[in-house]
Antibody, heavy 122, light 107 residues
Framework: EVQLVQSGAEVKKPGDSLKISCQGSGYIFNSYYIAWVRQMPGKGLEWMGI????????IYNPSFQGQVTISAGKSISTAYLQWSSLKASDTAIYYC???????????????WGQGALVTVSS | DIQMTQSPSTLSASVGDRVTITCRASQSISTWLAWYQQKPGKAPKLLIYKASSLESGVPSRFGGSGSGTEFTLTISSLQPDDFATYYCQQYNTYFVTFGGGTKVEIK
């Protein structure tokens, strides 16, 4: 059974750093992409970026470029999303999702993690 | 980037109703469109991909159609488990984008 299990909820202060994780199981982790998707309180879904764990090549949504870093530890089937300096506006639920590169050069998401709530407040 | 516009944003319906949600793309995306269902406090769940292909395990009352810039998600007979928010997503380019969502509420 394919599963993506994310790290737990976090409460941080503005300026703090944070790294959240997403561990895959039940499939060959290095053969699929992992994307990160943000959902701000009461809002819709925003694609942040995507990584191919096989070579750690990451592509970012320009809106998030430079604001976050996406990485992967392929030997432990885990992808990461990190911030060096959080802002209150980073308060959101962050989902990881599995994707397979298609002939369109793009992807949809067939499995999702359970989400990680990040709260940034002074 | 490609903008995705869903309508309506909220829909009130009764069990047994036929429900249709529309998603429009700002430019042609062929049939590179997926639909997701999200319930409160839960992750989105893939329902349909390539505009009309039903994901394994999804009930056959869900159907998708369209190509180019206009797409629809139809629930043929709304069930209690279907009250949720639905999102479309284009994957014509690597920069994927989602629609704003349609909340299906109990009438």
């Amino acid at each position: 059974e394919v599963q993506l299990v994310q790290s737990g909820a976090e409460v941080k202060k503005p300026g703090d750093s944070l790294k959240i994780s997403c561990q895959g199981s039940g499939y060959i982790f290095n053969s699929y992409y992992i994307a990160w998707v943000r959902q701000m309180p009461g809002k819709g879904l925003e694609w942040m970026g995507i990584i191919y764990p096989g070579d750690s090549d990451a592509i970012y949504n320009p809106s998030f470029q430079g604001q976050v870093t996406i990485s992967a530890g392929k030997s432990i089937s885990t992808a990461y999303l990190q911030w060096s300096s959080l802002k209150a506006s980073d308060t959101a639920i962050y989902y990881c999702a599995r994707a397979e590169l298609l002939t369109s050069g793009s992807y949809f998401f067939d499995y999702w993690g359970q989400g990680a709530l990040v709260t940034v407040s002074s | 980037d490609i903008q995705m516009t869903q309508s309506p944003s909220t829909l009130s319906a009764s069990v047994g109703d036929r429900v249709t949600i529309t998603c429009r793309a700002s430019q042609s995306i062929s049939t590179w469109l997926a639909w997701y269902q999200q319930k409160p406090g839960k992750a989105p769940k893939l329902l349909i991909y390539k505009a009309s292909s039903l994901e394994s395990g999804v009930p056959s009352r869900f159907g998708g159609s369209g190509s180019g810039t206009e797409f629809t998600l139809t629930i043929s007979s709304l069930q209690p488990d279907d009250f949720a928010t639905y999102y479309c997503q284009q994957y014509n380019t690597y920069f994927v984008t989602f629609g704003g969502g349609t909340k299906v509420e109990i009438k």
